[in-house]
């Protein structure tokens, strides 16, 4: 091997195995350890001066236990439980809004085309978080909403939707919606529009041809939408920490306080492990997805 | 069919004494398991102008990719000028190469692109400029030296290629299908300008293609190639007149093969094709054959008499019927079946403008044609 | 046949917008509100936005954002260029599979995972946590999204380009950066500019990463926003949004320029 192909290779290798693989590794091992009042706050400590002995007495000292925890405290499984079904009915109502929008874009006039995919791209280069932060106004108790509902005699009292799940629901349909509008957007732009025709001429109405011919050739598109949305929506941390409020449990949450505030590294640590195991799951079928569309 | 006599006094593959440009030594090139190119030999003399020609897969461009330092053998050497090529990479080879997609560098201007190799050979600027301007000249490209790659047409661009990879001065210029993203009206006058480019700069030419018309027309000779070897090597009127092989003489033209034995032998060999036929009488033009040898007698259509009776002139005549024409303007082809089973194609040339057409499908006619007209072939 | 844009098409299109829109929009003119009471409109002031340019724990933490966002977006597009290269080109060498893996891992990674774990690498060497160990982590997840992109643009790239350049004399270095580079530029340009936002943008990863001296503006926001919502907050979203804004429509508008004008150009050129 030549020494640049050499140096090619092993800077981005080597910085991922140091930044992205060790830190992994560290995470397993400390999910495998003791809480301990010191600094840093897990025990065993890897100890190598201490030769054989020290790196017996470590993997000695590790075991299962954080994670048997996670069983029997019902926060966890509560959490990750209720983080699966946010995370689930969040993608399918992005499905339901980004659908139509993908539909009315493929319809438009070709030289509209390029504007709209900019107009749905662009909210995605700005913050996230000032994007779900916008809600705040909109969903609490005094907020824009409420004032029109008001105003105009719908309601007499204030909804509460903030610190809600459905603020939440709104956040995630909100803040993934171009996840969702651009691969549906994609599979439906490269169809032949002489297939609908033909399918009319064969005798259906335009709306058999809807669900006959346009919406199963758009099936790859809103699987790898769905993809897209849920498997972020899963391990969010900012949507429930700023809409959510208090009694919304999502596991991203539970994690950043398991370490913040409760300074419980192991615990976090096998709480993260037990997540990535849960989406590795939806991760492997999306793989799956789009290498059979490539 | 034209085949285009190379000039009579170059031919230096018949002067023991000459010294080729390259030499293939045993050169083998695997892929893996895949053979692209089996223990090859073959040598290209300076001012050549040489076409490997066969179908996609032969090895024909793995053979040209080797020249150029992108490939290197898997066994064997190849010998440029008497130096062994195998260590030198690309970019220190004497050779430069014209792309099949010409690979003009689009973020470049025409100007830019023919000078990128005289840069890179660190000449000074007054000599790039004035060698880039009689490039330009060479190809009349003058007015378009300013543009970018997209902004000329498709002939235009296969020039700019052709420009750049002659611009360092190279020994050998390799043209890997350099005429197939052109129409065929194009195409056939740039062959023209090809071979007159060639002539004017004196550089070996080795060309790659699958268009057999087009290695005939500029080649001053053509390699014919199926799966990694070489069928014949030799000038298009030898490929087209006596190929060795039932290949190549199906993949040069049109041609119609009859199987038979050799009956008899002397000056002229007698091939009996059919019981109770009169066997066909021709010269073997030195080939080995041996009495009870079952051999290809292969015939040209263009070759063949058409009429209602026997030809007096012509010792071979057959009877048959004609199952299908095939009119071209200029020619016909007739398909005809001979009473013995045989399909045979003769070519006729409409000379008049309503010769009331002769024959037509179901006429009985008579083939004729001399004892020169076909060749014997053993394989 | 074309058909024309039918009603229904038209009204989930605006809505669409509406939705994507609309919260920002209100946001951003809330922003210019005399009212310290967010939601109750009390006349046109531009007061949020002195007392943001007077407040000089906003300004440090912009400045440490800024730093952080150009040192690892620059890091990022090198190397994830460099990675790109070799998930494209190097078909063949020892552990290539573990090393697209990780190419890729990053970007489905919960952002609260990556942050903890390199937060416990950064603790377990004893590195202090500061500048450096959020540009550390931030080149680390933005240079798999720079070799996404640019790995695309390359598998696109006419390799003959390349060989013809090693023909007329190039070395394989010297064929980088005269041909191959200029070339796929546009998606190196949009990789750093991805990065760079990424990096910005980042409030989870930056929030286990940084130390006490090194807060950025998203850690700021974020703990601002705790306590609700508060003009300044509004004020300093607008300069953030305008400034994405304006750098994604020119972006557009230039390219868009460019592909016009090669259009017009392949139009004479063939004329």
């Not at chain 3, 009603?7 to 946001?27: D, H, I, K, Q, R």
């Not at chain 3, 009390?42 to 000089?56: C, H, K, M, V």
Request: aromatic fraction near 10%; hydrophobic fraction near 50%; proline fraction near 5%.
């Amino acid at each position: 091997m030549n020494p640049r192909r050499l140096v090619l290779i092993a800077a981005p290798y080597a910085w991922l195995l140091a930044l992205f693989m060790v830190p992994f590794l560290i995470v397993l091992k400390i999910s495998l350890s003791d809480t301990a009042v010191a600094i840093p706050p897990y025990a065993p400590t890897f100890d190598l001066s201490a030769g054989w002995a020290g790196i017996r007495e470590f993997f000695g000292g590790l075991d299962f236990e954080n994670f048997i925890w996670l069983t029997e405290d019902d926060l966890y499984w509560k959490s990750y439980l209720s983080s699966m079904k946010i995370a689930a009915v969040a993608t399918f109502l992005t499905l339901l809004a980004g659908y139509p929008v993908a539909y009315a874009m493929s319809r438009a006039k070709p030289e509209w085309r390029p504007t709209l995919m900019m107009l749905i791209i662009l909210p995605f280069w700005s913050s996230a978080l000032i994007r779900v932060y916008a809600w705040i106004g909109i969903l609490q108790s005094e907020g824009y909403l409420n004032q029109l509902l008001l105003w105009s005699g719908v309601i007499d009292t204030p909804l509460s939707i903030l610190n809600t799940q459905v603020a939440v629901y709104i956040g995630i349909v909100y803040t993934y919606l171009p996840f969702m509008i651009l691969p549906i957007y994609a599979s439906l732009e490269k169809m032949d529009e002489s297939l609908l025709e033909a399918a009319e001429d064969l005798g259906c109405t335009r709306i058999t041809a809807f669900w006959r011919v346009t919406f199963p050739l758009s099936k790859p598109g809103i699987i790898a939408g769905c993809f897209l949305v849920f498997i972020p929506s899963l391990g969010e941390f900012v949507i429930p920490s700023i809409l959510g409020g208090s009694q919304t449990l999502m596991i991203g949450k539970v994690l950043w306080e398991e370490f913040f505030s409760n300074r419980d590294w192991p615990v976090a640590s096998a709480v993260a492990v037990v997540l990535l195991l849960i989406l590795v799951i939806p991760i492997v079928l999306f793989q799956r997805n789009e290498e059979r569309n490539a | 069919m034209e085949s285009k006599p190379a000039p009579a006094p170059f031919a230096p593959w018949e002067d023991a004494a000459a010294h080729p440009l390259i030499r293939f030594e045993g050169v083998t090139k695997r892929f893996g398991d895949f053979t692209a190119v089996s223990d090859l030999n073959l040598k290209i003399y300076p001012r050549e102008f040489f076409a490997l020609l066969g179908p996609s897969g032969c090895g024909k461009t793995t053979l040209m990719r080797m020249l150029a330092g992108f490939e290197t053998p898997t066994e064997g050497t190849i010998w440029l000028d008497g130096q062994n090529i195998a260590p030198v990479p690309p970019n220190k080879r004497p050779v430069n190469m014209m792309f099949q997609s010409y690979a003009l560098f689009p973020h470049l201007s025409v100007w830019d692109n023919i000078a990128f190799g005289l840069r890179r050979a660190g000449k000074d600027k007054e000599t790039v400029r004035a060698r880039v301007e009689e490039m330009l000249r060479l190809t009349r490209l003058d007015q378009f030296a300013r543009r970018k790659p997209h902004q000329i047409s498709g002939g235009q661009r296969q020039r700019v290629a052709l420009a750049r990879s002659l611009a360092l001065g190279p020994k050998l210029l390799l043209l890997d299908e350099p005429l197939g993203a052109l129409d065929k009206k194009l195409r056939q006058d740039t062959q023209f300008e090809l071979m007159d480019i060639q002539e004017k700069t004196g550089t070996t030419f080795v060309i790659v293609t699958h268009d057999q018309e087009e290695a005939m027309t500029v080649a001053s000779r053509v390699a014919v190639m199926d799966a990694g070897r070489l069928c014949q090597v030799d000038t298009p009127q030898h490929i087209y007149e006596t190929p060795n092989s039932r290949y190549v003489a199906d993949f040069i033209g049109e041609v119609s093969i009859i199987e038979g034995r050799v009956a008899a032998l002397g000056e002229e060999a007698e091939i009996a094709y059919a019981e109770g036929a009169r066997p066909i009488v021709t010269r073997t033009g030195g080939a080995a054959l041996e009495p009870g040898q079952s051999v290809f007698y292969a015939i040209r259509p263009e070759k063949i008499w058409v009429g209602a009776a026997p030809h007096p002139d012509r010792i071979n005549s057959v009877e048959g019927t004609i199952v299908d024409i095939g009119y071209l303007g200029d020619v016909s082809t007739y398909h005809v079946r001979l009473d013995t089973g045989q399909m045979v194609k003769a070519l006729m040339t409409n000379a008049e403008r309503y010769a009331a057409s002769r024959f037509t499908w179901n006429d009985r006619v008579w083939l004729s044609w001399s004892r020169h007209a076909g060749v014997v072939l053993a394989s | 046949m074309k058909r024309s844009m039918s009603v229904f098409n038209m009204t989930t299109l605006t809505l669409g917008l509406a939705f994507l829109y609309l919260p920002m929009l209100l946001l951003m003119v809330y922003s210019f509100n005399a009212s310290r009471l967010v939601t109750v409109w009390a006349g046109f002031s531009t007061q949020w936005y002195g007392e943001l340019l007077r407040n000089q724990q906003f300004l440090d933490a912009a400045w440490v954002t800024l730093r952080v966002a150009v040192v690892s977006s620059t890091l990022a597009t090198v190397l994830g260029t460099m990675a790109a290269w070799v998930l494209v080109r190097e078909r063949r060498f020892l552990g290539r599979t573990l090393f697209s893996g990780m190419i890729y891992a990053p970007l489905v990674m919960p952002e609260v995972i990556t942050g903890l774990s390199l937060l416990l690498l950064f603790i377990a060497i004893g590195l202090d946590r500061g500048i450096l160990t959020i540009i550390l982590a931030h080149t680390t997840f933005a240079m798999c999204y720079v070799s996404v992109v640019v790995s695309s643009r390359l598998v696109t790239f006419d390799r003959s380009l390349e060989e013809a350049a090693l023909d007329l004399g190039c070395s394989p270095m010297q064929a980088f950066g005269h041909v191959t580079l200029p070339i796929i530029a546009p998606a190196v340009v949009s990789g750093w500019l991805l990065a760079f936002t990424l990096s910005l943008d980042d409030l989870v990863i930056a929030s286990f990463t940084s130390g006490p001296s090194s807060t950025t503006l998203p850690i700021k926001i974020f703990s601002s926003m705790r306590l609700g919502v508060s003009p300044e907050i509004n004020a300093l979203s607008t300069i953030l949004i305008s400034i994405v804004a304006v750098g994604v429509v020119v972006a557009a508008l230039v390219s868009k320029r460019q592909i016009a004008r090669r259009e017009t150009e392949e139009r004479e050129g063939l004329t």
